[in-house]
């Protein structure tokens, strides 16, 4: 019957064609691709647990998107509180403990790296470009 991988695959070739340009940018919106039935590429056991995963990551990430929603408030609410703005602070009480510190992200700008006489040939050699997968559970209503 061949792997899973295998399946999902040829479930996936015989549903339609993929609107995704191979190579292309990941990210982008295309029209939605008509997806096979679970039950077309797993067998009806296997099918039956990933549907009670998939809706038990759904009804989390649910949870999840209104926690964070609640902390991200609380933070904004203790940072306008302590006037925080640029300026380090650290303490602890019997509730925790609060750590106000900068952190830094480089970057490389390519249009700065133009300007500063990069050749473009020369950043595009330098880019490098890695696939990798992500796993998105979306809700049967919702668009990715």
């Given at each position: ?25 990941p ?5 939605a ?28 990430a ?6 964070q ?54 950043i ?21």
């Open positions: 019957m061949g792997s899973l991988a295998d399946r999902i695959k040829a479930a996936q070739v015989a549903s339609a064609p993929s609107l995704v340009p191979a190579g292309d940018k990210g982008r919106k295309y029209e691709e008509v997806l096979p039935e679970i039950e077309d590429v797993l067998d009806t056991k296997l099918a039956n647990k990933v549907r009670k995963l998939i809706a038990g990551s759904i009804a989390l649910s949870d999840i998107k209104a926690l929603s609640a902390r991200d408030e609380i933070t904004a609410q203790i940072k306008s509180s302590l006037d925080l703005e640029g300026s380090p602070m650290k303490f602890q009480c019997s509730e925790g403990r609060l750590n106000f510190f900068p952190t830094f992200r480089s970057t490389l700008d390519k249009k700065l790296l133009l300007g500063a006489g990069v050749s473009p040939q020369v595009v050699a330098c880019t490098v470009t890695k696939e990798s997968y992500t796993l998105r559970i979306t809700g049967a209503t919702e668009e990715e």
